[in-house]
């Protein structure tokens, strides 16, 4: 660069610095000279009026001024303070006027500011949406404009005011004890900043407006960078459920159009979130017993950013970032959109509907039954690719992949999880496709006491029935580890709060009794009656088992014949204990059937080696159950005698088992009834032993009977014998013996009368 030019810019250079200096030091006499002269400025008060009334355009008037020097520039106090003349005078008060000698030269900056104290504002939403502040200096007078009367005073501030927040319609009334606000009017356009504060210990929230009064159009801004969110839960809530706790990051962007919020968009990152119910007092389901709805719900971290805009007809919200985090999970719901109003919908990439349930269980607009199910249960499902678009009163199409679907068990009610498929419905009804590869587990311990885990195959589907809905599926397949079930059918909700109606007809091929043990409906049945079944059901499977039930579930178990409930199988090569004290029942073949409140067994096999061609037992009803057996058979008599070693006559009829023996062929015919239930009568036991010709033999008495016909009894009561017709091996001629307990000295006679040779019809008491 030639030396000349140099030159030249160093001198500018030079220049500018002396110019600023000049400047700088001409500003500070102006200053000086202006704070010597201030105190002759408050003897002429009409001056101060005067050019308070150029700069705001109207008359300009005051009772008393005092005057001031600060940083900025001077500052008048006024006491009295009007503006305007006659009966159009807006009477202001007490107030500050700042003249900003040097923040005036910048651009967009006022060289006055009207400062008011302890003002009271309110922040108002009318019913059709619109939002109006009232309480500025002008607003009492007919017709008045507060902010054309203010205008001409450039910037007006508002230290240690009040602000109170009226929302009717959302449930909204919330008083701000402490605010400051900075507000320039020019022309239409308003440009204001508050800061606030709820309380004293409470961070303050900032808010940004940028406002066209006439066409009503603007935009705003509100935040904090260290939120505390149970300080303005007040103010925090929606469709019932409030904001109690939490702190973090949270901005919010707004635009106005017509004087409507048109759209916000939010950027929050919260930890420690905690939100209630808005109806739910302090302390408020704490102690809560276990029908109360649910009050609380908490997130360890939310992170959102989001937009809310007003679209045609309605609103639609885009996320493109959401993150829940809860229980050291973190759910991602990225790509949510949802729409509302006349049209809504929903679209997503990828749904956790268990965050989302939590929350609407906080709601009020909810039923409190189903409030209660939703906390309770914890429902929860994973959603994929979903679709729901739908016009309100008018057709509605949804599409989707579950993923997960589950619910827990609570009371009498069962749990779910591991539901999957492809999911496709309208407004009148859907269909869902299980995926065969997601494993079902139902979870009744109510009921089964265990979880059985399944594989689902086959398609569920729902459609309107009336002011109900109707569920039901055609080919459902459920396959355990050891059984599999055939379902048709399906149940009838009637939509007025009652137990669904059922119609089902399940096959269920062949079920182990260990299988089957795990399906009562215990809480059902009564407990004596459900350890009866378990412990008589030693091992064996039910073939080809089927069932059926038909009827309102109010009316369940359809004891009055209300409704029909049928369950019926074959049973082969199985083991069956009627009784803890007897013998196992080998069964060779039986069905079994279930109806209504009872059941009933008819089958054939052997107890003991004793065969038994025809067995009957029933229980008439689970209510009061008493289990009748009735079993007749035959064989040999040494087995019959065995069987009764086994069973609990050996402990009253020991001695009498013990010396005798027979053998030959014989009936039995066995009648037991063993009650279940405490007010049952006792049971009762009434068997008879026919013999066919058998020989019997007394080893205590050394005396052996050849074709012996008649019969025995046996019972609680112990044994008799009734017309039976005996030949002694050793003596020609018959004997006939009658029943009777054998008594020691009736013995000892008969054996005398037995060595004299006496070959007559007795009577002997055995």
Known sequence: MPTPIRRRIHLLHRGVWYAIAGA?????????????LLPMAERHPDKIAAWLSERAGRPVAFDRVETGWTRRGPLLRLDGLRIGAGRDAVPIGAAEILIAQYAGLLPGR???????????LTLERSADGRWTVRGLPGQQQPGGDPLKTLEGLGELQVIDGKLAILAPSMGIDVQLPDIDLRMQVNGDRVRAGVRGTIARDASPID???????????????????????????????????????????????????????????????????????AGAGAGAGAGAGAGAVPARARFDKLEARARWRVVDGGWRLDAPHVRITANDATQEMD????????????????????????????SDRLDPGLRRWLSQAKPSAHLQRVTVAGVQGGRMRADGVLRQVSFAAIGESPGISG????????????????????????????AFGVAHDVDATGTIAGWREGAGWRVGTGALRLAGANYAFDVRGGLLFQGDGTRPRMDLAVSLGDIPFAAAKTLWVRHRMPPATVRWLDAALVNGTIHDGRALVSGDLDDWPF?????????????????????????????????????????????????????????????????????????????DVSRMLALLRQSPLQKTNAATLARLDARGPANVDLK???????????????GKIALLGATLVDRELKLTFDDVRGTIDFGRGGFGAEKLAVRHANQPGRLTLRAGEYARDQRQAFEAELDASIAADDLIDR
């Open 24 to 36: 700088l030091i001409l500003m500070a006499l102006v200053a000086a000279l202006t704070s010597q």
């Open 110 to 120: 006022s060289f006055t500011e009207l400062r008011l104290r302890g003002l009271s």
């Open 207 to 277: 808010a940004v407006l940028d406002f066209d009064r006439r066409r009503g159009n603007g935009r705003l801004y509100a935040g904090s960078r260290q939120a505390d969110l149970d300080a303005w839960s007040s103010l925090l809530h929606f469709a019932g459920v409030a904001v109690q706790h939490g702190h973090g990051r949270a901005q919010a962007w707004g635009e106005l159009r017509a004087h409507r919020i048109a759209s916000i968009t939010v950027d929050a990152e919260l930890e420690d979130v905690q939100l209630q119910s």
């Open 335 to 362: 790509g949510l959109v949802v729409a509302g109003g006349r049209r809504y919908a929903l679209l997503a990439d990828n749904i956790d509907a268990g965050p989302l349930l939590a929350v609407a269980a906080l």
């Open 419 to 446: 539901i999957g498929g492809e999911l496709h419905g309208d407004s009148d009804g859907f269909s869902l496709q299980l995926d065969p590869a997601s494993r079902l587990r139902f979870d009744w311990p109510r």
């Open 559 to 635: 004891r009055d014949r209300n409704g029909v409930f049928q369950a019926a199988g074959t049973i082969r090569r199985a083991t069956i204990k009627f009784h803890p004290d007897w013998p196992a029942f080998e069964v060779a073949e039986a069905n079994v059937a279930f109806a209504g409140d009872g059941m009933a067994f008819d089958g054939k096999g052997a107890v003991a080696g004793v065969g038994l061609r025809s067995v009957h037992a029933e229980i008439a009803s689970f209510a009061r159950a008493v289990v009748a057996v009735d079993a007749q058979g035959g064989g």
């Open 672 to 686: 037991l009834l063993q009650p279940l239930h405490r007010d049952a009568p006792r049971q009762t036991l009434d």
